[in-house]
């Protein structure tokens, strides 16, 4: 377990594998909230904060919990529990701590159980067989990525406000469209890992 | 006039409301799953079972989850239909349990599912809600089957497995890769709103 095998998982969930554009996790929100960039950088930030936590408890649920016991069946709901228990736990938090974080997040907070990047990773760490360590780098670094799509498609998609696009095409389609010649800019970064 | 209406709650989910073209809920499997006809035919059908079942049980107990708890407890009921759905693939349908992946178990999050739970099952008896569930689960199995055999037939040249063009035909690998997910999805909906434009423009 060297640093340069944490650094390859930190790279490869944030760019090469990215969350949105290779794996496709996360497109409700990505295709959702990303009409501004304050916003993007507000759901951004919150999904990578939970997907960091997710990943940990979700790992010691599945390796000291549902695995003793025998359950390893019950993973889908065990997990979607955590999740829904971890949002509402760090919603409360924050409200306490810094009611202007949670002002700013308040909207998107709920939001996040159901975005599908949040048990994506929590699943995708176990078939992958990682350590604890490992699941929170690839946890914290596939939340950065989805907080840089996010954020880009919010600033393209401020362009696109103004720019003249068919009528046929405006609003959604368009948007799919842009997040899909992203997804092929994204796919230079896979030459970086081998 | 009974038969009429049920016969407009599943027409409702198919064309109106489609989910996947008119309310654009569940796009996550919508651009990962359709590389090819017969996966999204599978998750459009495992959705589908997962849908008709929780609305009726959703309706069911209505009366009896309190609003407080309603979007946890949804939640977990539709996990369990999940994980059903999960097993019976995985026991019966072993390929199309391996090229689905990790999408099976994020049914639970598919925003379709929880949002008719929340908009139309909580509110209604359960032979509306199972109604419902075909018509919404069937219009996203449509979609699903649309995208998925534009991207197969000009991505890989094939339809469910069998090649339709000669073998001069250079497939455009892009479509079947991510990229191509968003795209395609992009110009298919842009051609259904180019028709519906035209159509309003004769009238």
């Known amino acids: 377990m060297s640093f340069s095998h944490l650094a390859l998982i930190a790279i490869s969930s944030m760019l090469v594998n990215n969350f949105v554009m290779a794996k496709f996790l996360g497109c409700c929100p990505f295709l959702g909230v990303s009409g501004k960039i304050k916003t993007a950088v507000g759901m951004g930030v919150a999904v990578t904060f939970v997907m960091a936590l997710a990943s940990l408890f979700t790992w010691l649920v599945q390796y000291h919990l549902l695995v003793p016991l025998g359950l390893g069946y019950l993973r889908t709901i065990a997990f979607i529990l955590v999740i829904a228990a971890l949002v509402q736990f760090v919603e409360m938090v924050i409200q306490k701590f810094s009611p202007a974080l949670y002002h700013s997040l308040g909207v998107y907070l709920p939001l996040i159980t159901t975005n599908c990047a949040v048990l994506g990773v929590a699943i995708l760490n176990i078939d992958a067989e990682y350590s604890l360590l490992e699941a929170l780098i690839n946890g914290t670094f596939g939340g950065l990525g989805f907080l840089l799509v996010i954020v880009l498609m919010a600033g393209i998609r401020e362009k696109l406000e103004t720019a003249r696009i068919p009528a046929a095409l405006r609003g959604f389609p368009i948007t799919l469209i842009a997040a899909g010649l992203m997804a092929i800019a994204f796919f230079g970064f896979s030459g970086l890992i081998k | 006039m009974k038969q009429n209406r049920s016969w407009q709650i599943i027409l409702n989910g198919l064309f109106n409301e489609n989910p996947t073209f008119r309310l654009v809920l569940g796009m996550c499997p919508t651009l990962a799953i359709t590389t090819s006809v017969v996966n999204g035919l599978g998750m459009g059908l495992a959705a ?156």
């Open chain 2, 48 to 203: 589908t079972f997962v849908l008709i079942c929780s609305n009726v049980f959703i309706s069911l107990l209505r009366d009896f989850i309190p609003s407080k708890v309603r979007i946890p407890a949804y939640v977990l009921i539709i996990a369990t239909f999940v994980t059903m759905a999960e097993l019976l693939l995985e026991a019966y349908a072993y390929s199309l349990y391996q090229s689905l992946g990790v999408f099976i178990p994020l049914i639970v999050v598919n925003c379709i599912i929880l949002a008719r739970a929340e908009s139309f099952a909580s509110k209604s008896r359960p032979w509306p809600a199972a109604l419902d569930g075909l018509g919404m689960g069937l219009g996203f199995t449509g979609a699903l089957v649309i995208i998925s055999s534009l991207r197969e037939l000009f991505g890989s040249g094939t339809i469910l497995g069998l090649p339709v063009f000669g073998e001069a035909f250079q497939p455009a690998l892009i479509l079947v890769a991510a990229p191509g997910g968003f795209i395609t999805l992009g110009l298919a909906m842009g051609l259904i709103n180019w028709i519906q434009n035209s159509r309003k423009g004769e009238m």
